[in-house]
């Protein structure tokens, strides 16, 4: 293993490791979609920088491999010139960097502004985070678990937290913030193409904008996203009005808001144990509580357990869930539905 | 590499290679109660490699359940404790004590001419204190575990299970081993530098130690205090961060990074330290620009304290705090840039020799720059907005923390190791074992920055299910199992390579495994001229006068086989054969 040898070895990894990450580069791309029509704003400073990174790293490692190569050692008595280091050279890679990052520093400063600013008159939906659900509620009182904003139109998100930290982020839309119980913040965006018609909202299958939480809230913050519909203005209006509790209670309702209202992400149908207890005969079931009496679930019980989780809690299990957003109606059909769940 | 079996060279008359600190006192005991900075340090680099091992088994568990959408091999809950682990362990237990506890404690009474640390006691108190921390955390994990990530952020950690009271006193406790620590390390370095070795001709080594010491003890009390507060909050009900009893959840976040950012530093800065002396020995050229990166470094430290807020631009920070945290985040990178520059400029007109030291500190400077520039586009405030709290991040930290600390700290070992041991590993097997770690920290690592820009939120147990119940958009799952894959893969190469460099330096401690020479890279600093490998108990057999630069190649003409004084008080003893310090170049032997 001489000298030549392994200069030659650092080459071919580095150039390896630079030919492997150009090839992801080009196949995947970097940012995503730009579904929001502030999304280029953001991007401009990101594709600059991420250019002019590029162009440093390879400048740096072209620099370390043709040094290395040129002064490679020749002899074990070798000396090495004395080198007085050149000012101007010194200065320059202080300046020039300072120049850069001042640019760089100034554009994301000026997209953070435009893009940090809601305008006035923006359509404003309220945002509430639980674990692990998020909950939106429209200016007529409407609740939903999905969000349906109008398309090319501001829409103004008025977040807070019900337990935890989460955070609230679309990455085709290039927003994120966090939500903080007791404590109002807000983003806003403006969505550009609509990515379905009211109708097809109703077919599964449909094309939507992905939501993810990214602040760790617990056992399930990986199982927080939901979709973000976006609807033609029209489209919207006639979502909206639509959107209405059935007016009689009823099983195939029941079994609709166990996932929708994420109910599902903490109770099994199959028996098996998660963060609650499992849905399973739950029905009549006789179960110790966390204060050792024995409770029968009745349909008492089970409304007791959904307007006032942490009352009795089954023993083993944390008190963890949070008070969700349902009607009477939501609750008895629930309740109807738990009850064929066997 | 060289057998190497010949007297080691450069070695002061009446010294035995048998002559060392390794061999006495003997016993356990008297290792357990040594005051020796050489055996602290030794202790200290087997424990934090045993934790580095223990972190890295647990970042594999987490890459495995990352290979496939859905439920891979554990829970969700399972998964949430042992990325905690992984990062408190990485963090507290192995990156932070990593250089400046091993090598530092080893190295700086050495590189400073003195016989041992200015408070051997207190030193040994703080390797015993290190250790109750660790024990405190081994006991969070027994007793309910830990699942809030290494954050700790509130109010979720003052309502999860009560592992987080073990985990943050054991933060608690171990952060004053760290300001004892570096206590001792600055005094050390003011008082106790051997005569002639002024501010301008210390190693950068010490330059780095320093103005890593000054953190550790102006930043480290602010994170034990935050600790504290947090364990008072949930054990006495006294409202500071959880909104339900008035208190402020973001407030945490402040405190917990006016430590942890500059803790950033902590881990960083040694590690310019060891790439400094590694390039500079490795092409037998002084540094270029001494100044510069040695004040860079003391710079970095002080600025270091300034940046907190970038961990919190969507936190709910006002906007104008935000404004100047981005600010000053850029001015932070300036320096760091200096310095890689000034690395890579060392070489020129030198002597270039790549031995597997030299090796990890090219990967360094690669692998670094990377993390450095994905680092101003963090600071970009409008795009940190989309980054923040992604895979970009780990990635970006991945890259800096282990492109650069731990790839520096396993240079500084290999570079080390003749020094510490005596011993010289095998060349084509330390060869191999850095090219799969740097081929496998790409691979694992590279693939999260697009992941990241793509939306991939950090600490998902899953990306493939919406709180419904029904799936992730297809397109992004598709995407993202195919770079977690990758990832994946590129863990198990890298954990193949540390465990190929692992085992060499091991096996080169067999018996009858070749003895290192003396100063077996012909290096310039006192810790290779002026002391046996492994060195005397007592470091010197008399003080070393310095009478010249760290890296004045051009004085240093015992290298070249003409024989002479160092001029740092190691001369020959005799007087007679040329010390012929440098292994021959037709070395191709392994």
């Known amino acids: 293993m001489n000298n030549r040898k392994l200069g030659l070895g650092v ?73 007085i280091p050149n000012t101007i050279m010194e200065t320059a890679w202080i300046v020039l960097p300072t120049i850069l990052v001042l640019v760089v520093f100034t554009w994301g400063f000026k997209a953070y502004v435009t893009s940090n600013v809601a305008p006035p008159g923006a359509y404003e939906i309220y945002v509430k985070g639980k674990k692990w659900l998020w909950e939106f509620t429209y200016p007529n009182g409407v609740v939903t678990n999905e969000l349906t904003v109008p398309a090319n139109r501001p829409v103004k998100l008025i977040m807070t937290s019900d337990d935890v930290l989460h955070s609230f982020y679309i990455p085709e839309f290039r927003v994120k913030h966090d939500v903080i119980p007791n404590r109002y913040t807000s983003v806003w965006f403006e969505s550009g193409q609509p990515t379905a018609t009211a109708a097809q909202l109703e077919t599964p299958g449909y094309d939507f904008v992905q939501v993810f939480c990214t602040e760790y809230c617990g056992t399930a913050h990986s199982a927080m996203g939901t979709r973000l519909n976006v609807l033609m203005q029209r489209d919207f209006d006639t979502w909206l009005a ?59 019980y089970l409304y007791q357990s959904i307007v006032n989780p942490g009352g009795q809690v089954v023993a083993g299990y944390q008190n963890q869930m949070p008070v969700i957003a349902l009607d009477e109606v939501q609750i008895q059909s629930l309740i109807m539905w738990m009850k064929t769940v066997e | 590499m060289s057998t190497a079996t010949a007297a080691p060279a450069i070695l002061p008359k009446g010294h035995e ?4 600190y390794l061999k006495e006192p003997k016993g356990i005991k008297s290792w357990l109660t040594t005051v020796d900075h050489k055996r602290i340090g030794i202790m200290y680099l087997f424990t934090v490699t045993g934790f580095f091992l223990i972190g890295g088994i647990l970042a594999l568990l987490v890459r495995l359940e990352l290979i496939a959408p859905g439920e891979t091999i554990m829970d969700q809950d399972t998964y949430n404790q042992i990325f905690t682990l992984h990062g408190v362990v990485m963090v507290f237990l192995f990156i932070i004590p990593s250089i400046p506890a091993s090598l530092g404690n080893f190295l700086l009474p050495i590189m400073v001419g003195a016989k041992d640390v200015a408070f051997p006691r207190l030193n040994l108190a703080s390797f015993y204190i290190y250790l109750a921390g660790a024990l405190l955390a081994v006991a969070g994990i027994v007793f309910g575990g830990v699942d809030t990530g290494w954050t700790f952020y509130t109010p979720y950690s003052l309502e999860t299970s009560a592992g987080v009271l073990w985990m943050t006193m054991a933060v608690f406790v171990a952060g004053f081993s760290s300001i004892l620590t570096g206590i001792n390390f600055i005094v050390t370095i003011h008082k106790m530098r051997a005569p002639g070795l002024t501010w301008n001709r210390l190693p950068l080594m010490i ?22 507060l947090l364990f008072f909050e949930r054990v006495m009900g006294i409202g500071i961060f959880d909104p339900a009893l008035g208190g402020d959840p973001v407030l945490f976040q402040h405190f917990f990074w006016f430590y942890s950012h500059p803790a950033v530093y902590i881990m960083i800065l040694p590690a310019f330290g ?7 020995t490795f092409s037998r050229q002084n540094i270029y620009g001494y100044k510069p990166i040695a004040l860079s470094s003391v710079a970095i430290a002080f600025l270091g304290f300034l940046v907190w807020g970038h961990h919190m631009f969507v936190s709910g920070q006002s906007e104008v705090s935000s404004i100047v945290f981005s600010l000053i985040t850029y001015l932070i990178g300036i320096p760091s840039g200096i310095k890689v520059f000034n690395w890579v400029a060392t070489m020129y007109k ?37 980054l923040h709290d992604t895979y970009y991040v780990v990635a970006h930290f991945h890259y800096v923390m282990m492109g650069g600390t731990v790839i520096a700290f396993i240079g500084g070992v290999h570079y080390w190791w003749p020094k510490m041991f005596g011993k010289m590993y095998n060349q084509l097997w330390s060869t191999i074992g850095a090219a799969l770690v740097f ?9 999260q920055f697009i992941l990241g820009s793509q939306g991939m939120p950090r600490r998902y147990h899953d990306y493939s299910q919406l709180a419904n119940g029904e799936p992730v958009r297809q397109d992004i799952i598709d995407l993202f199992t195919q770079l977690h894959f990758m990832s994946t893969v590129g863990s198990w190469v890298l954990a193949l390579g540390l465990f190929v460099a692992f085992f060499t330096l091991l096996a080169s401690l067999r018996k009858g495994a070749p003895l290192a020479e003396g100063n077996p890279w012909g290096a310039a600093t006192l810790d ?8 005397d108990p007592h470091n010197f057999h008399h003080t070393p006068i310095v009478t010249r630069g760290p890296y004045d190649y051009h004085l240093l003409d015992e290298l070249y086989g003409d024989g002479g004084d160092s001029g740092d008080g190691s001369k020959l003893g005799d007087g007679s054969a040329a010390p012929v310090v440098v292994t021959p170049s037709k070395d191709s032997e392994v």
């Open chain 2, 528 to 535: 290779w001229t002026a002391t046996t490998s492994p060195p």
């Open chain 1, 11 to 83: 080459i071919a990894l580095s150039v390896l490791a630079i030919i492997g990450m150009g090839v992801l580069w080009a196949v995947y791309g970097w940012m995503p979609a730009q579904k929001a029509n502030l999304a280029p704003v953001i991007d401009g400073p990101f594709y600059f920088v991420k250019w002019a990174s590029a162009a440093l790293t390879l400048g740096v490692v072209l620099a370390m491999l043709y040094l290395m190569v040129k002064y490679t050692r020749k002899s074990e008595t070798q000396r090495s010139e004395v080198v």
């Open chain 2, 274 to 280: 060891v790439i400094s002396e590694l390039v500079t």
């Open chain 2, 439 to 447: 081929v496998g920290f790409n691979i694992t690592f590279f693939p």
């Open chain 2, 350 to 386: 030198g002597s270039v020799w790549l031995r597997t030291p030299m090796l990890y500190a090219l990967a360094f400077l690669f692998l670094f720059t990377i993390g450095g520039v994905t680092g101003i586009m963090l600071g970009v405030l409008a795009v940190d907005i989309h």
């Open chain 2, 17 to 20: 290679p048998t002559h060392n």
């Open chain 1, 242 to 300: 639509s959107v209405e509790t059935p007016s009689e209670a009823s099983v195939d309702y029941g079994e609709k808001l166990y996932s929708q209202k994420a109910c599902i992400t903490c109770h099994s149908v199959d028996g098996s144990g998660k963060v609650g207890p499992t849905f399973k005969g739950i029905y009549g079931r006789q179960q110790q509580m966390t204060d050792g009496s024995v409770v029968e679930s009745d349909e008492d």
């Open chain 2, 207 to 228: 330059w780095g130690l320093y103005a890593t010491s000054i953190v550790q003890v102006l930043a480290t009390p602010v994170i034990g205090i935050t600790m504290l």
